[in-house]
C-alpha cells in the first residue's frame, strides 16, 4: 500500500509540475528567464512542506530534509503577507541574511512570490525567480499578477483535493469508519485541544510529555484524513466523538 501511495504522488507531482510549467511558458515565452516553486506548509505544525518545482534536485532535497522553510526569509514573509512580493530587493534587511548565500549556489536568490493562506492554516506560495537575470522578468510578472494569483489558487486547490483523496485510498477496504480507529488516548487529546487548551498543557492535564502529545495529534490527522489539528477538531465534531 505504501509503495502505491508513493508511485501515485509522483505520478501527481510530475504531472502537476509539467501543468505548471506549460502555463508558465505561455506567459514567458522562454523557458531559460524563470524557475518556480510551489510551496505548501503549516502556519501551526512543523510537518514537513510539500513542494512542486523544476528547482534543481540537490537544492530541492536540502531545502526539505532540513527543513529550510523555518529559516527562509522568503517563507518567514510570506506568513504575514497576503500580497505579492519581491525578494530580495523589498526589504533590505535579507540581503545579508545567511540563508540566501546558500541559496545563490543555485542562482535561486532572487524572485517573486505569490502567496495564499487557506482556512486550514495552511500557507501556499507560488515562487518564481529570475534564472538569468532578465530585464523583463519584473515586468512580465506585474502584467500578468493576477494570472499568477489564480495559478496558485488552482494549484492550491488540486493540491489539497488529492492529498484528501489520498488519505481516502489508505483507509482498509470495508475496515472500520476512521474515527473508530482513534484510541482512548487520542479521543482524550483531541478533547483537550478542543477546549483551547495548548499542547503543553494538555500534557499536564493527561501527565504525558508535550512530544507525545504532538504524537498523538499527528495520528489523529492522519486517521481522520484532514490536514491540521484545527481541522481534525472540526472533523471531530462533526462526528460527535466528544459526545
Not at 504531472?15 to 502555463?23: D, G, N, P, R
Not at 503549516?42 to 526539505?64: L, R, V
Not at 546558500?102 to 529570475?130: C, I, M, P, V
Request: proline share 4%; glycine share 4%.
Amino acid at each position: 500500500m505504501e509503495k502505491s501511495v508513493e508511485n501515485s504522488q509522483d505520478v501527481f507531482i510530475t504531472a502537476m509540475k509539467k501543468e505548471l510549467k506549460l502555463y508558465l511558458i505561455q506567459i514567458f515565452k522562454n523557458t531559460h528567464v524563470f524557475c518556480f516553486a510551489y510551496l505548501m506548509m503549516n502556519k501551526s505544525h512543523s510537518f514537513p512542506a510539500s513542494i512542486i518545482s523544476d528547482y534543481p534536485a540537490g537544492w530541492i532535497n536540502q531545502y526539505k530534509n532540513h527543513g529550510y522553510q523555518k529559516i527562509d526569509p522568503v517563507m518567514i514573509i510570506a506568513c504575514r503577507k497576503f500580497s505579492p512580493f519581491i525578494w530580495p530587493d523589498n526589504l533590505a534587511i535579507i540581503h545579508q541574511h545567511s540563508f540566501f548565500n546558500l541559496s545563490k549556489f543555485y542562482r535561486l536568490n532572487s524572485g517573486y512570490t505569490f502567496t495564499l493562506h487557506d482556512g486550514d492554516d495552511n500557507l501556499a506560495t507560488l515562487s518564481l525567480t529570475n534564472r538569468t537575470g532578465s530585464s523583463d522578468f519584473y515586468r512580465i510578472i506585474e502584467q500578468n499578477k493576477e494570472k499568477f494569483q489564480m495559478l496558485l489558487i488552482t494549484t492550491h486547490e488540486k493540491v489539497i483535493n488529492f492529498m484528501r483523496a489520498e488519505t481516502r485510498a489508505m483507509q482498509p477496504y470495508g475496515g472500520p469508519p476512521t474515527h473508530a480507529l482513534l484510541s482512548p488516548r487520542e479521543k482524550e487529546v483531541l478533547f483537550w485541544a478542543s477546549a483551547g487548551k495548548t499542547y503543553g498543557e494538555v500534557a499536564t492535564i493527561l501527565t504525558i510529555r508535550e512530544g507525545t502529545v504532538k504524537f498523538h495529534i499527528r495520528n489523529i490527522i492522519d486517521k481522520l484524513g484532514v490536514v491540521n489539528a484545527k481541522h481534525a477538531i472540526s472533523r471531530a465534531m462533526e462526528l460527535k466523538l466528544f459526545s
